[in-house]
């Protein structure tokens, strides 16, 4: 288990490519793979993955990067380590432009419980409401994981579910929890 974090989350946010260094990139798909190897549920449904394979969808992600329409925002604990990281995404079409959706929360098992999964989704929520003009967040969670309780307990409502939709194995399936956070 990793050291417990020195102090409080830093919380940066990036909307340009450029903006993300090698080292930054190297990070995002370090923790990723330990996240989904742990069994988290943040993007990758059939563990184990390995670096290369996390390499390429953070490589993807940042290359999306934009202020109006994709983010990318950190947490390093007090010392410096990345903690955690998530990305919030909004499409341009007028129909759906007031909201944005909430894509690969995820923190370090190691420093789970600390705060910087609350954190990450605190600043979110400003960032979505200030500086993107949203009225709302969406995301879509992985059943059976326990993750509608974390986010309720951020304000998130459960709106909906698609009842096994997602399978992981012929006789596995799960259903894909749909939530919202409104009003920002």
């Given at each position: ?8 989350a830093?919380?940066q ?11 930054l990139?190297?990070l995002?798909a ?14 990758f449904?059939f563990?184990?993955i390995d ?12 290359a999306?990067l934009?202020s109006d329409?994709c ?5 390093t604990?007090?010392d ?23 894509h690969h929360?995820?923190?370090r098992p190691?420093?789970r419980?600390?705060?910087?999964g ?6 979110v929520r400003?960032i ?12 879509a969670?992985r059943?059976?994981?326990?993750l509608e309780?974390?986010?309720a ?6 709106v909906g ?13 799960r259903?894909e ?5 409104d009003?920002?």
């Amino acid at each position: 288990m990793a050291d417990e974090p020195q102090g409080p989350a830093l919380l940066q946010e990036f909307v340009a490519p450029g903006q993300v260094t090698p080292e930054l990139s190297r990070l995002l798909a370090e923790c990723w793979v330990e996240v989904t190897n742990s069994g988290g549920a943040a993007g990758f449904p059939f563990p184990p993955i390995d670096l290369p394979e996390a390499a390429r969808a953070v490589d993807a992600l940042v290359a999306g990067l934009a202020s109006d329409s994709c983010r990318l925002l950190t947490a390093t604990t007090g010392d410096g380590a990345l903690a955690g990281w998530l990305c919030l995404r909004r499409d341009p079409f007028d129909l759906v432009a007031h909201w944005g959706t909430l894509h690969h929360l995820q923190t370090r098992p190691g420093v789970r419980g600390a705060g910087h999964g609350a954190a990450l989704l605190e600043e979110v929520r400003r960032i979505a409401r200030d500086e993107m003009g949203l009225e709302q967040l969406h995301l879509a969670a992985r059943g059976g994981a326990g993750l509608e309780g974390f986010y309720a307990r951020h304000g998130w409502k459960e709106v909906g579910r698609w009842a096994g939709a997602l399978r992981f194995a012929p006789e596995d399936y799960r259903d894909e929890v749909l939530m919202l956070l409104d009003p920002l």
